[in-house]
């Protein structure tokens, strides 16, 4: 057994002093077992033991037991279960406080045996979470328990956790549940379970907490073809800020104005998405998931992309005359709107015809009065008494439809001057008879000529 004895008189506060035992390799369960003795005449501590189980060679982090004053001697043990390949070291330390007194540590025995009155930890699983989440450590025990130990997962450059819940199967096992709340990044790293009893304490092996980040996409989708309620995206999300395997793909689209939006899975790199509104802007970005609760990234940068128009669905419906006159016609038809349209750029002309001089004369002028609750228009310059065939056209950038032509005839009106040079007269004894040519306008049906 290993001896050390510190006299701390004639000491500063904080001076050290180290006992090192040889490297173990435990390949079953054993036990460490130590006497110590901390004293000092005045009552007051000479310093703290503290003891430290280094594994690997690694960093020799926080102490797994510690005591600043015994009156007498006493015994502890040591229920490591770091197992083969990996090996560890038992460093005892002494830390001295100024007051005089001595620190002994004496009888240190490895025994072939488990501790008796400290359980023994079996192997800790390593845990993997996405960042977020709960990371839980399942601590299992050889040994009883009972309400005066402290239990806790012992990080090694990173925060401790507390005890979330203990269940005592029977006194020889129990598990210990650890929750590492909203890990991050900053709390992946090695963690063991730790028990302190009234006669020693047991110390499993390190775990890793890995803590991975749910992918993004670094870029936008792309555009491949775009229709009037269809865009053909190529997903584009090969290269990500986080964590793989990406196992989901989803796409995620909404209108730019509004709140309506959708999320639909995609299973290749290249995705149509269908059922949109014509000539619409929408903002499409790609959430990617990996395994875990948590998995899903937030939405990739977003593509902004407009579809195209469509046809309009039909042409105006119910042309109808709202007042005849003689140079002038005034039509009126139902109201439409974007359902009709399928684009908010289009424009609506009136298109008429008519005889005149013998001549066909074609006709059309663009009509504003689209947004109105009563939409109408008037024709003027007409000629009277003549058959005005109307029609209304409807286009936007992909189409155009007709609505039914609506013939109406204009009212008459006074007809032109019978022509001076035309009037000729015979005269006769008793009478004088007149002729003349017809006004060159008649503008109606002439019932009677005076003199």
Same mark, same amino acid.
């Given at each position: 057994?290993? %001896?050390?004895? &510190?006299?701390?008189?004639?000491? %500063? ?10 490297? #173990? ?17 005045? /009552? ?8 430290? *189980? ?28 770091? %197992? ?9 330390? *002494? ?18 045996? =488990? ?19 709960? $990371? ?43 929750? *590492? ?7 992946? /790293? ?31 989708? !792309? ?7 269809? #865009? ?77 128009? $469509? ?25 439409? /709107? ?23 004369? &074609? ?50 009106? *006074?007809?032109?001057?019978? =022509?001076?040079?035309?009037? !000729?007269?015979?005269? %006769? ?5 007149? !002729?003349?040519?017809?006004?060159? !306008?008649?503008?109606? &049906? ?6």
């Amino acid at each position: 057994g290993s %001896f050390m004895l &510190v006299n701390t008189s004639g000491r %500063f506060a904080g001076q050290k002093a180290h006992l090192l035992l040889p490297h #173990l390799k435990e390949n079953d369960t054993h036990c460490i077992d130590f006497h110590y003795y901390v004293s000092s005449k005045s /009552g007051s501590s000479p310093g703290t033991l503290n003891i430290y *189980v280094k594994v690997n060679d690694g960093p020799i982090g926080n102490p797994v037991w510690n005591t600043s004053l015994t009156a007498t001697w006493n015994r502890a043990e040591l229920a490591i279960s770091t %197992f083969w390949p990996n090996f560890y070291q038992v460093v005892f330390e *002494v830390v001295t406080s100024g007051h005089p007194g001595y620190v002994a540590i004496d009888e240190v025995k490895v025994l072939g045996h =488990p501790c008796t009155k400290t359980p023994h930890f079996l192997r800790l699983q390593s845990v993997e979470v996405n960042a977020g989440q709960f $990371a839980t450590f399942q601590c299992t025990a050889n040994g009883g328990t009972d309400s005066g130990d402290r239990l806790w997962l012992q990080g090694i450059y990173v925060r401790d956790a507390p005890l979330k819940d203990i269940k005592v199967f029977n006194f020889r096992r129990f598990v210990a549940l650890f929750s *590492v709340v909203n890990a991050t990044k900053r709390d992946a /790293g090695n963690y063991r379970c730790m028990i302190r009893t009234e006669g020693g304490v047991g110390v499993s092996n390190y775990a890793e907490l890995i803590v991975k980040e749910p992918p993004v996409p670094i870029a936008p989708p !792309q555009l491949s073809s775009v229709g009037a309620t269809y #865009l053909w995206i190529q997903l584009n999300a090969n290269s990500i800020n986080g964590d793989g395997p990406i196992i989901q793909r989803e796409v995620e689209y909404r209108t730019s104005s509004g709140s309506w939006y959708d999320i639909q899975p995609v299973d290749s790199t290249s995705y149509k998405i269908g059922h949109l509104d014509p000539d619409t802007e929408y903002e499409i970005s790609v959430l990617l998931t990996r395994p875990g609760e948590g998995g899903t990234g937030s939405p990739g940068p977003a593509l902004k992309t407009r579809t195209k128009c $469509a046809d309009p669905m039909r042409g105006p419906r119910k042309l109808e005359v709202v007042e005849i006159k003689s140079r002038q016609i005034t039509i009126c038809w139902e109201p439409f /709107g974007y359902n009709v349209t399928r684009c908010h750029r289009y424009n609506l002309t009136v298109h008429y015809r008519y005889q005149a001089g013998g001549q066909e004369q &074609v006709r059309e002028e663009v009509s504003w009065d689209t947004e109105s609750s009563h939409p109408q228009h008037t024709i003027t310059n007409l000629s009277p008494y003549t058959n005005v065939s109307i029609k209304l056209v409807l286009m936007n950038p992909e189409g155009r439809k007709e609505s039914q032509e609506l013939v109406v005839q204009t009212d008459e009106d *006074v007809p032109s001057a019978v =022509p001076l040079e035309s009037i !000729q007269g015979s005269t %006769f004894e008793e009478k004088i008879f007149l !002729q003349w040519r017809e006004p060159a !306008q008649t503008y109606g &049906v002439i019932t009677l000529y005076e003199v």
